[in-house]
């Protein structure tokens, strides 16, 4: 374990400065801002894949890593949709997840919010609707934002959730 | 004989059932009126997924298989429909009242079933755990798929192999690169081309990328998922630096794309000091987590897969390999030349498969600095020439196995068998000695892709 403690001291912290980036600052500024204003200091998201191909879930993930820490702006990733306030949803919304993310959806208390994350659930992949697809998402969920590549990268999420934030 | 792939072609008159053998091929034609076959599955326990995906997506009848539950379609999808026939049509489902799915359950006195899924509480993908429990012993896991089902193979029939890419770079994301090697092969197949080895190497270095990503991530979540939260720390930061090279090399996060034919300039001398920063890194990394008991506790004898059961249910990739199977697409010439070694554990536990990782990242470092060079050759394609075509690629998971048939130019018949698709099938015998708690742990060191196998 001691290795591990000089490792870390010598490496000291990673996780971006706002002084290396000054975008990533503002964003994160306003990030902290918006959910200590509009959410009490924490804003809690409940991830939902409705059928994507794993990559906007990776880089959900990323989110939490070293150089990111989302966590620190006050943004959670929660386990259960009791806990949320907003939805994240990505992928096509296949015809054998569409009853599951709809349940999931009533089980979040209100106030909620459904943000769509990536192409997919608006049908901007290069997926074409076919019997097993019931995508876009908006015909079947009042959706407050859409985030929007394939996939978005971390920076480009974190612009969504402040660009959400400012929204509502 | 290793059991690869079983699935079902529409032709005009009949249909096929093609049975892939790693020596051989069988072609099986059965009456369009009434198709039946007899199951593979008392010999080949994986084979019945693929029946019950042909009896879902074709309508074929497995005479005397022991189980005959629908596997793609599931409560609510309409009755007697079968989408992959090429009568079938419709875009627009219309749910179908609502059919109980059969579990298979233990039952008992005290013994009750624990229903995990679709939905996870955490960033992961949908898949369905139904688990027969005594107290926090598990008795039984089902594992049931196929919420993902996007109609892929539906979906790229009638297209071009060009229209097609995007959608087969976007089957699983993870192992998005594997998907478009086979792609690749498939297309020089197609048009009777030799890939010229510069830019065979720039692929192969690409593939290897795309393994480190993946085995990094994997590396950080086994301990974390044993309460170990640091290893996640350290190894989410290597892979994050990881996914930004390869976005460098290929302009994309996850190499979307990438695989093409011509051959871009790579900046070999940051490349090759960030494979050493790497290589120290995890060395560093291999040493610190070694010397931690109590997760090793956790690692070693939990989830194991015997040697036995893993040959039985013919399972690819890391977790045979785990296992003691000597097996990887990549023992060829080409990869052992640039420095492949085979890693290989015995004791099929999570201990052995974190170690099968930590491996493979150590020698996919060699392979992709003996792999990188600048170059900036260029292949013309030509012309698409009618057929049926195979290929393989070892992705980050296993064993890859594509098949495209090809007639006028267009996709006749696209089929695609994950890694995930056989390992999937043998989860649930690596649960009959642990309990409930060691689940998560169990499901993360295998790392299979749902995606990829629901298509």
């Known amino acids: ?168 | 004989m290793r059991f690869i792939a079983r699935f079902c072609k529409e032709k005009r008159e009949c249909f096929e059932i093609i049975t892939v053998y790693e020596e051989s091929t069988k072609i099986e034609e059965i009456s369009k009126e009434s198709p039946r076959i007899k199951t593979l599955a008392k010999k080949e326990p994986s084979a019945i997924w693929f029946e019950r995906k042909m009896q879902d997506d074709f309508g074929i009848i497995i005479e005397d298989a022991f189980d005959k539950r629908p596997l793609v379609h599931q409560e609510r999808f309409p009755r007697d429909l079968h989408p992959l026939r090429k009568d079938f049509k419709e875009i627009q489902l219309q749910e179908a009242p609502y059919l109980q799915y059969k579990y298979e359950e233990i039952s008992g006195d005290g013994v009750f079933q624990v229903a995990v899924g679709p939905i996870h509480a955490g960033i992961i993908e949908p898949g369905h755990f139904q688990f027969s429990q005594a107290g926090e012993e598990m008795l039984h896991l089902e594992v049931r798929h196929f919420y993902k089902n996007r109609g892929i193979e539906k979906m790229l029939e009638g297209k071009t192999l060009q229209e097609a890419k995007p959608i087969i770079e976007r089957i699983s994301g993870n192992e998005s690169i594997a998907y478009q090697i086979c792609y690749r092969d498939i297309y020089l197949q197609a048009t009777k081309q030799e890939l010229p080895l510069s830019l065979r190497k720039r692929h192969a270095l690409l593939l290897e990328l795309e393994r480190t990503i993946h085995h990094l991530t994997d590396i950080g979540f086994i301990p974390n998922d044993a309460g170990f939260g640091a290893a996640l720390s350290f190894a989410s930061k290597l892979s994050e630096d990881a996914r930004r090279k390869m976005n460098e090399l290929t302009g994309h996060r996850f190499g979307f794309g990438a695989i093409d034919f011509e051959n871009s300039f790579i900046d070999t001398a940051s490349f090759h000091e960030w494979l050493n920063d790497l290589k120290q890194s995890v060395e560093f990394f291999e040493d610190w987590i070694i010397d931690i008991p109590s997760l090793w506790d956790r690692f070693d004898t939990t989830g194991i897969l015997p040697l036995k059961k893993a040959v039985k249910y013919a399972t690819v990739g890391v977790i045979a390999r785990a296992s003691g199977i000597a097996i990887d697409r990549r023992i060829n010439p080409f990869y052992l030349e640039h420095g492949f070694s085979l890693a290989s554990e015995v004791s099929g536990d999570v201990a052995a498969r974190f170690k099968v990782r930590l491996a493979e990242l150590q020698n996919s470092i060699v392979m992709m600095r003996n792999f990188l060079e600048e170059d900036d050759t260029k292949l013309e394609v030509t012309e698409i020439y009618d057929g049926e075509y195979q290929s393989f690629c070892e992705s980050s998971i296993g064993e890859l196995f594509m098949a495209i048939d090809i007639k006028d130019g267009l996709i006749e018949r696209f089929f695609v068998r994950d890694p995930s698709f056989m390992n999937w099938q043998a989860v649930h015998i690596m649960m009959s000695s642990d309990i409930i708690a060691d689940f998560p742990l169990i499901n993360k060191s295998c790392d299979l892709s749902y995606a990829g196998n629901d298509l």
């Not at chain 1, 009791?82 to 296949?94: C, E, I, P, Q």
């Not at chain 1, 590549?149 to 959730?161: A, R, T």
């Open chain 1, 1 to 168: 374990m001691i290795k591990f403690w000089n490792k870390r001291v010598k490496l000291g912290v990673i996780t971006e400065k706002p002084e290396l980036e000054e975008s990533l600052k503002k964003i994160h500024k306003e990030i902290k801002e918006n959910v200590k204003k509009k959410f009490a200091g924490s804003l809690a998201i409940r991830m939902v894949d409705s059928g994507s191909c794993n990559a906007c879930e990776a880089e959900c993930n990323a989110l939490s890593n070293p150089y990111f820490d989302l966590e620190r702006l006050g943004i959670y990733f929660v386990a259960s949709p009791r806990h949320a306030d907003v939805m994240l949803v990505s992928g096509v919304m296949t015809f054998n997840m569409t009853p599951h993310v709809k349940e999931a959806y009533e089980q979040i208390p209100s106030p909620k919010w459904i943000i769509s994350i990536g192409d997919c659930p608006m049908m901007q992949a290069p997926f074409e609707k076919n019997y097993a697809i019931n995508a876009p998402v908006t015909e079947h969920l009042e959706v407050t934002h859409h985030i929007a590549g394939c996939p978005p990268n971390p920076v480009e999420i974190m612009e969504g959730f402040l660009e959400f934030l400012k929204k509502i």
